[in-house]
């Protein structure tokens, strides 16, 4: 399903959720986006002090390690709204009508219970680090400049939330097009034929040459 899904809305309360949950799901991939830009400030900091002044960023790595699950975590709810998390779809993609139906609710489902758990681990692995009683209310901190983990350790559970959020509002919107027969469901990645996916990106490109013109 990577990169050829849609997502259809209109004015029923489903819509409206996953237009709502969409739009915290942005803000988290705008975080991640901002991460992966650190990354690369914190990157030409480092390299040029090691060179010009013989004095690299302190704690390099440790800043790496706090970074990382933003960009690793804080945009999965937000691609798997546009279907854009790669998957196998020699079975799937043969299938139309009410089957399709239940086989996306069945594989949506079993993800939310898969990351329900990991919720659940990765808040209690949270929860060993974070402490009220001790100095920046951490456990454990990093090795080199003793920056707290907890900060860190809670992004995953917080981002996985969501997902679940997203996962939830998928299986009502899947059950709804199983149940009643639906043949483009709201609040459900739709797989885009070839001609389809072909429009839509000569559309961009369209937008994308006209804006420059009106820029000139």
Known sequence: MAGGASVLEDGSRLSRLDQNLHKLERKFALVSGFAVFSLMVLAVGSVGGRNLFNAPLPGYVDWIEQVMPLIAFMGVAYTQRDGGHIRMDILIGKLRG??????????????LIVMLALVYGSFSHFLRSFDFARPLWSNDSSIDIAIPLWPAKLLVPVAFSVLCARFALQLVGYGRAMIHGISEPVAVPLVMSAAAQAAEEALHVTEFDVDKKDAR
Do not use: Q
């Open 98 to 111: 009410r089957a399709l139906w239940s086989a996306e609710f069945i594989t949506t489902f079993v993800m």
